[in-house]
């Protein structure tokens, strides 16, 4: 008989009946924690198909310039959680590649204002081009009225994370 190898939160000390916190069973986390896997998954495949061009933390940066429209070096570093130097060494190979301009800021002549180039606004609109084809047909193998319904629970777990604005969700980890 074939191990199952799927995790098993009894495995590890946990019940699928066992009450946590506030009223949160385990077998809701259990099935968020599928969901996310899913999403991550999906995520990790769209990001993928670019990384021969950027790595992770330079889509980081394009994704919070295609958000913002314009960035300053420094507003960059604190988005995607770098030292101001290594930003600036990032942005340098961007600039290299094509994909952002730098130019300085006209209101402050000791700072910069980084833009995405046609170029880099392709490639995050690839990417998430991607990332919707590959969510389409998950999300087309629901029943119709469970598509809804998933629309709705959706965006009200999204506020109950207290979802941050699109331009600031790489904050939290998560590229949008």
Do not use: Y
Request: hydrophobic share 45%; aromatic share 4%; with cysteine.
């Amino acid at each position: 008989m074939p191990e199952d190898r799927r995790f098993r939160p009894d495995a590890v000390g946990g019940s699928p009946d066992r009450r946590r916190g506030q009223g949160v069973i385990d077998a809701e986390i259990d099935a968020v924690q599928a969901a996310c896997r899913v999403l991550v998954a999906i995520s990790a495949q769209s990001i993928a198909a670019v990384e021969d061009e950027v790595d992770l933390a330079q889509f980081r940066a394009l994704v919070v310039m295609a958000g913002r429209g314009s960035v300053s070096l420094g507003e960059l570093a604190v988005a995607v959680r770098l030292h101001l130097s290594t930003a600036s060494r990032m942005c340098d190979r961007l600039v290299g590649l094509g994909l952002i301009d730098r130019t300085d800021d006209p209101h402050n002549r000791r700072q910069l204002v980084l833009t995405l180039t046609r170029k880099g606004s392709r490639l995050v609109a690839d990417v998430m081009s991607r990332r919707r084809a590959a969510l389409e047909p998950v999300v087309r193998r629901l029943p119709p009225d469970r598509r809804s319904q998933l629309v709705s629970v959706l965006r009200e777990f999204s506020q109950a994370g207290d979802e941050p604005a699109d331009t600031d969700l790489w904050f939290m980890g998560w590229a949008t």
